[in-house]
Nanobody
């Protein structure tokens, strides 16, 4: 069992930056692939990016070049650095974990989820 807690959300102007953190509890964090998803009101939850247990990263086309995922296994924490934010990035951002190897970008591929943190980008 893994518990995830997101933090770092808030209100930012377009073009600004935020860094989200996801703190994980569990004794095997380093063996998990970690993902970030987001969900805007009235929309489906969508994939943002992921980092595998060997720190290979994958990103959605909509955020590629602007967002960066990293992990610190010593701190059991994964980060989402968001730069050049746009109003369309406004959403609740969720951290997710999957045991073992990366299994795809679908939400159903992940085993554990945090409660989310709100990111609002003003125009």
């Amino acid at each position: 069992q893994v518990q995830l807690v997101e933090s770092g959300g808030g209100l930012v102007q377009a073009g600004g930056s935020l860094r989200l953190s996801c703190a994980a509890s569990g004794r095997t964090f380093s063996t998990y692939s970690m993902g970030w998803f987001r969900q805007a009101p009235g929309k489906e939850r969508e994939f943002v990016g992921t980092t595998t247990k060997i720190s290979t990263t994958f990103y959605a086309d909509s955020v590629k070049g602007r967002f960066t995922i990293s992990r610190d296994n010593a701190k059991n924490t994964v980060y989402l650095q968001m730069n050049s934010l746009k109003p369309e990035d406004t959403a609740v951002y969720y951290c997710a974990a999957k045991s073992g190897y990366y299994g795809g970008s679908r939400p159903g591929a992940f085993d554990y989820w945090g409660q989310g943190t709100q990111v609002t980008v003003s125009s």
